[in-house]
């Protein structure tokens, strides 16, 4: 069982940053890929980031591509999301996930997802 808290949510005018964070309880985190969703209002939760075991390899979704960078520290066991040049329709509940992978792998659909976080609130103003 794995247990994630996100946190670093806000209120930020465009073009501004924020860093966002998950950290994950248990002494297994380095065992699962990570990944980060989002949902607006009245849209599906979508995929924007994700990180394999090591960190060594990353994914993006294309809106956030050069924008957004995942990384991971797996001896605090801890995932961030540092969400650069922000736009109004990054306004979102961002989601950090856990699931099982093989070691270089990332997982980028929801179904791969075993264990979510309860969401943090992002809202970027024009």
């Known amino acids: 069982q794995v247990q994630l808290v996100e946190s670093g949510g806000g209120l930020v005018q465009a073009g501004g940053s924020l860093r966002l964070s998950c950290a994950a309880s248990g002494r297994t985190f380095s065992s699962y890929a990570m990944g980060w969703f989002r949902q607006a209002p009245g849209n599906e939760r979508e995929f924007v980031a994700a990180i394999s075991r090591s960190g060594g390899n990353t994914y993006y979704a294309d809106s956030v591509k050069g924008r957004f960078t995942i990384s991971r520290d797996n001896a605090k066991n801890t995932v961030y999301l540092q969400t650069n040049s922000l736009k109004p329709e990054d306004t979102a509940v961002y989601y950090c996930?856990?699931?099982?992978?093989?070691?270089?792998?990332?997982?980028?659909?929801?179904?791969?997802?075993?264990?979510w976080g309860q969401g943090t609130q992002v809202t970027v103003s024009s």
């Open positions: 996930a856990a699931g099982a992978a093989s070691f270089g792998n990332f997982l980028y659909t929801r179904r791969e997802y075993d264990y």
